[in-house]
């Protein structure tokens, strides 16, 4: 068998030297960046300008005057203002890998040299059926049914696909279920299933959702039959009619509420027996509990028909089942993802099947603890400032202050200014929201945030 001209081309000395050379020069300028820096005053007018004509052109301002400079190093992040900052929020949960990641780089190195810059439906190269076997690899491992995955560029593209191939498999019906407070994307159907009003200000009801109550940590026995009852309600009203039920196991942009196992059975167990399709939208959640998928930390392999992940993938990606198969045609689209998105799944979710992420005692239980820990301490000094901490895993939250969303606001510009970036989740009472890079994130960053965050939340109290 003779050697691929791309593989002489990656094996090159030149480009191997090349290689060695962009990951020290990397190295060097990062050692550079150590800790928290203020914006750069010669930069500062030019940066709001920026901000400014970027806010109007795109019809909406920025949530936080954030623009890149293209320079990170692990939990920190250079903006072009010349700052530096915290990143605990990742992008909402994209770069879990942390800023100039040195394995990025090199699989960066690789889509760059290969030959083209998107790829797509007619012509993808073999990247692409290695992450889609990883992907199963890690269903299989999990002890799903799941056989098949589509990959696509957005979280929303994931969850559409899904909704394709949930109402193809039952032809007629014509209704979702889904949980109140859940996300799901923002397209035309998928405004209808989160449930944001704000969302779908405008828009025509493209699909029929009805909603079934989350549950209620504080009420697990009242939660199970509130929700039960509502599923129940809805299937009685419209009978035959709902595809399937789109299921958060943790509400994300809800706010980070965290399921129960005996919670999710009996629902799912009243959705099978209905023959109402389960879907688990794992777009957030995907790789940050205890387990690769979340629905495995929460014990339910054996039930999704559909699952989509995304985010902390670079690319995103329906799981599903034999049963429902596409007819042809279905499913298609121009971009799969650009090569470097591919090539980074790739390095991403072989750190997900060979790296120390999971289990009890895996980097993301333990950055929890790191976290929460020191969450609970300031709440114990002053118990005014915090309430929590919530979520699971890689997914923290808590409620500043009086949780009013202007009151979260503040606090979370007055943070950004200080050097920490985080995001608002849920609303009455809204909370505050990390996705930490955990396989980058150190005690000591750990440590810091959590210093400027009482500071911060101490001012705040008292302005
Ligand atoms: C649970 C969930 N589903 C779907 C989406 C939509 O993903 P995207 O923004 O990539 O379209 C998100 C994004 O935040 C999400 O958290």
């Known amino acids: ?75 920190l992040v250079e903006l072009a203002d010349g700052s530096v900052k915290y990143d605990f929020i990742s992008g909402i949960g994209v770069h879990f890998l942390g800023h100039g990641n040195q394995q990025l780089l ?23 059926p290695i992450v ?5 690899q890690l269903a299989k491992n999990a002890g799903s049914k799941l056989e098949h995955c589509f990959l696509t560029s957005s979280g929303a ?15 007629g019906s014509s209704r979702m279920l889904a949980f109140e407070h859940g996300f799901c994307g923002r397209t035309m159907a998928l405004a209808q299933i989160t449930d944001k009003p704000q969302y779908r200000a405008g828009l025509p009801t493209s699909l ?94 054996a039930w999704p028909d559909v699952v989509t992940v995304g985010k902390l993938t670079q690319l995103c990606a329906t799981l599903f089942t034999p049963e429902l198969k596409p007819q042809p045609g279905l499913l298609s689209q121009t971009f799969t993802a650009s090569a470097s998105a591919i090539a980074a799944a790739r390095v991403i979710l072989k750190i997900m099947i060979q790296g120390d992420l999971f289990g009890p005692n895996g980097q993301n239980m333990r950055i929890h603890e790191m976290i929460t820990r020191r969450l609970m301490a300031i709440s114990a000094r ?17 409620t500043p202050l009086d949780g009013s969303e202007a009151k979260v606001k503040h606090v979370l510009r007055q943070l950004f200014d200080k050097g920490v970036i985080a995001f608002y989740a849920g609303s009455q009472p ?23 965050l009482e500071s911060t939340l101490l001012a705040c109290a008292g302005s």
């Open 430 to 452: 809204a909370r505050i929201r990390m996705l930490p890079p955990v396989p980058v994130v150190t005690e000591n960053d750990i440590e810091t945030i959590c210093h400027v």
């Open 132 to 136: 889609v076997s990883l992907l199963l």
């Open 157 to 171: 593209m994931a969850n559409e696909n899904a909704l394709k191939l949930i109402f193809q498999h039952k032809p």
């Open 208 to 301: 029929a959702v009805d909603y079934v109550p989350f549950f209620d940590a504080t009420d697990p026995k009242g939660s199970i039959e509130k929700a039960v009852f509502a599923v129940r309600t809805h299937l009685g009203r419209y009978p035959g009619q709902h595809a399937a039920m789109c299921i958060e196991l943790v509400l994300g942009e809800g706010g980070y509420w965290v399921g129960d196992h005996d919670f999710f059975i009996a629902l799912l167990t009243e959705l099978k027996a209905n023959k109402v399709a389960i879907w688990f939208d794992e777009i957030q959640t995907f790789g940050r509990t205890g387990c690769p998928f979340a629905f495995e930390h929460f014990g339910l392999a």
């Open 1 to 75: 068998m003779a050697t691929l001209i791309s593989e002489q081309l990656a094996t090159d000395p030149r480009v191997l030297q090349a290689r060695d050379l962009l990951a020290v020069a990397l190295r060097d300028h990062q050692s550079k960046l150590t800790g928290i820096k203020s914006t750069d005053p010669g930069r500062a007018m030019e940066y709001a300008k920026l901000i400014t004509d970027f806010s109007y052109a795109r019809a909406g301002g920025l949530y936080f005057p954030y623009l890149g400079s293209g320079m990170g190093h692990g939990a």
């Open 106 to 128: 090199q699989s960066g190195i690789s889509a760059a040299l290969s030959d083209t810059v998107m790829q797509g439906n007619l012509q993808q190269n073999s990247e692409s």
């Open 382 to 398: 002053h118990p005014q400032l915090l309430r929590g901490p919530f979520g699971v895993g890689a997914m923290i939250a808590f």
